[in-house]
């Protein structure tokens, strides 16, 4: 219920703002200040309030300061966990480091593809700080894959992090581990939404699972200083690119203030045949587990359902890294990573370095 509702709320208050009124404003507060709702709703809340200039109208003002409190607190409460190496630069080894990450909430229940490509991203040698916890809205997330598999996340410190992305270009950054005081609003006030990463990477691409707040959700990138970045939402509302078939995008980078909006697909930007979306569905966490393995090792049939859903979520990572001009060269370097089993060795190396 708590879901719909936030849904609702934010379509209101985002397509129809002159009749989102003081109660509706209090209802998603609630929401929020009780941990129900997902960090780029939070995100979308905060940003949809100051862009309709609701946030300096007398009624909407204490919404507005009680997130915005608890968001600061938050961040002063966390300010000891922090990536020794980060600096304005976002760069390591003259390579920029990069994420990939889908707000959930969709319902849709697919394949964890964001951190599979994450893995494929850092086989074509892109430096790759995923950041993820445990499943929220689905029966899998990053974090419980990657632990039935073997590797041990709250081994991950802070100080491992740039050694991780040196030698493996991976590194998983478990969300409680590096939140560890953050629970109902894990999110410092300039990092909204997906960008409480604390590698700061400056290159991301982001999914949401509602058209209404892609253009938001790019703003909050370029506001929180992301250099270049690609808002996803499939039309199926998918928090991800859809193998079946329209996905609506928003992107910039720092050579322009604008942000542009393509509607993109799999065929025709990609070069691959297209599949329904219930042909990529995930299931419980040994289901996961096995298909994650079964693709970094190469296995996965040519032109499979799921291997094709990964390889365009793949080349838009790649393609935003800068590493790859268009996607469908992209979508190149993501089949080569696989096949000379570059993505295994990057998974392979994180898993061995967090059993050490």
Request: hydrophobic content about 40%; charged content about 20%; some cysteine.
């Amino acid at each position: 219920m708590t879901v719909e509702l936030m849904k609702t709320g934010l379509k209101k208050l985002t397509t129809d703002s002159k009749n989102f009124t003081a109660e509706d404003a209090a209802c998603l507060t609630t929401i929020i200040m009780n941990g129900n709702a997902t960090p780029a709703q939070v995100a979308s809340f905060l940003t949809a309030l100051k862009l309709t200039g609701k946030e300096t109208e007398p009624n909407f003002v204490a919404a507005a300061k009680s997130v915005n409190e608890i968001l600061v607190a938050a961040s002063m409460r966390n300010a000891s966990v922090h990536i020794p190496y980060v600096g304005p630069s976002g760069m390591i080894d003259g390579q920029m480091v990069v994420d990939i990450v889908g707000t959930g909430g969709d319902g849709q229940d697919t394949f964890n593809v964001s951190t599979a490509s994450s893995l494929v991203a850092a086989g074509a040698g892109i430096k790759v700080a995923k950041h993820g916890n445990r499943a929220s809205s689905s029966q899998c997330g990053s974090a419980d894959v990657l632990e039935y598999l073997g590797c041990n996340l709250n081994s991950v410190e802070p100080p491992h992090v740039l050694q991780q992305l040196k030698y493996n270009n991976f590194c998983f950054l478990f969300a409680q581990k590096f939140h560890p005081s953050m629970k109902n609003v894990a999110l410092p006030r300039k990092e909204l939404g997906p960008l409480s990463n604390p590698a700061v990477p400056k290159r991301m691409v982001v999914g949401v699972h509602s058209k209404e707040i892609g253009l938001m959700m790019a703003e909050s990138l370029k506001l929180s200083g992301i250099e270049r970045g690609l808002v996803v939402c499939g039309d199926e509302g998918l928090d991800e690119i859809s193998p079946e078939g329209v996905t609506n995008t928003w992107s910039f980078d720092s050579s322009s203030n604008d942000i542009k909006f393509k509607k993109i697909y799999p065929e025709a930007d990609f070069g691959l045949k297209s599949h329904p979306l219930s042909t990529c569905k995930g299931g419980n966490v040994k289901f996961n587990a096995e298909i994650m393995l079964k693709l970094l090792r190469n296995e996965l049939p040519p032109g499979s359902p799921l291997l094709n859903f990964v390889l365009i979520n793949s080349a838009a990572l790649i393609f935003t890294a800068g590493k790859a001009e268009t996607f469908k060269e992209g979508v190149e370097l993501a089949r080569r990573s696989l096949a000379d089993l570059k993505a295994f060795e990057a998974f392979d190396g994180f898993l061995k370095a967090t059993n050490e």
